[in-house]
T-cell receptor, first 113, second 113 residues
Framework: EAQVTQNPRYLITVTGKKLTVTCSQNMNHEYMSWYRQDPGLGLRQIYYSMNVEVTDKGDVPEGYKVSRKEKRNFPLILESPSPNQTSLYFC????????????FGPGTRLTVT | DQQVKQNSPSLSVQEGRISILNCDYTNSMFDYFLWYKKYPAEGPTFLISISSIKDKNEDGRFTVFLNKSAKHLSLHIVPSQPGDSAVYFCAASASGANSKLTFGKGITLSVRP
């Protein structure tokens, strides 16, 4: 089954404790990205990657890091989480080219206290 | 500066009637538009798209209309069903493999039985 998976689905952590949210896709997509969803703000892109070892900032990259060492994986790293990073996070992937349909993961609900 | 605007945060319609969800955009470079549907505790799923070379695209009960001169698109759902109750995101992108999707804030549709 074609899918994007994220782990963990729910995470409660404390300020400053480094964490990683994993994302994996099995569709051989080149393009992957991370979004956060906040009430009244919709979906905002954090980082994206066009292919292995190619990453770039989205609209709200501050406080986040990513890496793309393998085509299927695109982890999101919060080196020192803060309460304003409490949010719902989605990973997504798609093919490059004119087909812009993105496939989203199920989401990770992160709470930073 | 919000480039994709969904000005109505919510819409309530009676089952069997038409639902019309509106979306406006400001970036004249956008040439591909998509609608995503999101249920609680799930990731967004692709619903329907339209290229700027068309003014209408239909898929079953869902039709998207594009008015390029007004920079406006709308999603029509006919007939509306209770299972259509969800958050609907409008998204847009400009040509190019590297182009990202810009999302609106979303509209919560409630279909009353």
């Amino acid at each position: 089954e074609a899918q994007v998976t994220q782990n963990p689905r729910y995470l409660i952590t404390v300020t400053g404790k480094k964490l990683t949210v994993t994302c994996s896709q099995n569709m051989n997509h080149e393009y992957m990205s991370w979004y956060r969803q906040d009430p009244g703000l919709g979906l905002r892109q954090i980082y994206y990657s066009m292919n292995v070892e190619v990453t770039d900032k989205g609209d709200v990259p501050e406080g986040y890091k990513v890496s793309r060492k393998e085509k299927r994986n695109f982890p999101l790293i919060l080196e020192s989480p803060s309460p304003n990073q409490t949010s719902l996070y989605f990973c997504a992937s798609r093919w490059r080219g004119t087909d812009y349909e993105q496939y989203f993961g199920p989401g990770t609900r992160l709470t930073v206290t | 500066d919000q480039q994709v605007k969904q000005n109505s945060p919510s819409l309530s319609v009676q089952e069997g009637r038409i639902s019309i969800l509106n979306c406006d955009y400001t970036n004249s470079m956008f040439d591909y538009f998509l609608w995503y549907k999101k249920y609680p505790a799930e990731g967004p799923t692709f619903l329907i798209s339209i290229s700027s070379i068309k003014d209408k695209n239909e898929d079953g009960r869902f039709t998207v209309f594009l008015n390029k001169s007004a920079k406006h698109l709308s999603l029509h759902i006919v007939p509306s069903q209770p299972g259509d109750s969800a958050v609907y995101f409008c998204a847009a992108s400009a040509s190019g493999a590297n182009s990202k999707l810009t999302f609106g804030k979303g509209i919560t549709l409630s279909v009353r039985p």
